[in-house]
């Protein structure tokens, strides 16, 4: 009788075990969220839909982590009044040599982020801005990497802010869930 409630005993002991490692198996572990993007440098390139030679590069760079000031000498944008631009947004790493460019890890993960753009100053209802790339979350929701930019026909000068907002698990179309990867500004015209 011992030999056989030990028997049974042994029985319902490896069967447990058994029993908690299927279990075990059967939970998903999520894969790691990545971190927020290390960028120095972000660069906007417009081009004129009705005229390829009006290409126009605008760069903001902070080398030194925020301890100075920005620099701003070549984030202006002078775009024509009356026109639609076709605009790309651009990410480096300039403490590597040479520069990395970040910006196909951030297409890659078009899922986790989009690129905002806010308009102060006289811009404001001047300027039509189109996000044209998207992820593939169901439904798809715009990055914000590639964009229309239309003008209408008044002539005036602003600010554009760009953000790029760091969403895993969280990107809905809004700005608010996630944090911020990058926060720059450009001075934008529209000329004749």
Same mark, same amino acid.
């Given at each position: !009788? ?13 069967? =447990?075990? !058994? ?7 059967? %939970?998903?572990?999520?894969p790691? #969220?990545?971190?927020?993007?290390? !960028? ?6 417009? %081009?004129? /839909?009705?005229?390829? &030679? ?6 903001w760079?902070?080398?030194s982590?925020?301890v100075?000031?920005?620099? =701003? ?6 775009i ?9 947004v651009?990410?480096?790493d300039?403490?590597?040599t040479?520069?990395?460019d970040?910006?196909?890890?951030? %297409?890659?993960?078009? &899922?986790f ?7 102060t100053?006289?811009?404001? &209802?001047?300027?039509?801005i ?19 930019? #239309?003008?209408?026909? =008044? #002539?005036?000068s602003? @600010?554009l802010? *760009? #953000?790029?907002?760091? %969403? ?5 179309? /809004?700005?608010?869930? *996630?944090?911020?990867?990058s926060?720059?500004?450009f @001075?934008?015209?529209? =000329?004749?």
């Amino acid at each position: !009788m011992k030999e056989i409630t030990k028997g049974l005993l042994f029985t319902a002991f490896i069967g =447990t075990l !058994m029993f908690s490692a299927c279990k075990k198996e059967e %939970q998903a572990v999520a894969p790691p #969220v990545p971190g927020n993007e290390f !960028m120095t440098t972000v660069k906007v390139r417009l %081009q004129n /839909t009705a005229n390829a &030679n009006d290409t126009i590069w605008a760069a903001w760079k902070d080398l030194s982590g925020g301890v100075n000031p920005p620099d =701003t000498s070549l984030a202006v944008i002078n775009i024509k009044k009356s026109s639609t631009y076709n605009a790309t947004v651009h990410f480096y790493d300039d403490t590597k040599t040479p520069a990395l460019d970040i910006t196909p890890e951030i %297409q890659a993960r078009g &899922n986790f982020h989009t690129y905002w753009f806010f308009q102060t100053g006289g811009i404001i &209802n001047h300027l039509t801005i189109t996000a044209t790339d998207h992820d593939t979350n169901i439904p798809p929701i715009f990055i914000g990497l590639a964009d229309t930019f #239309v003008t209408d026909a =008044t #002539v005036c000068s602003g @600010r554009l802010e *760009g #953000v790029l907002r760091h %969403q895993p698990n969280s990107k809905n179309g /809004t700005f608010a869930p *996630g944090s911020t990867d990058s926060d720059v500004f450009f @001075r934008l015209n529209i =000329t004749n």
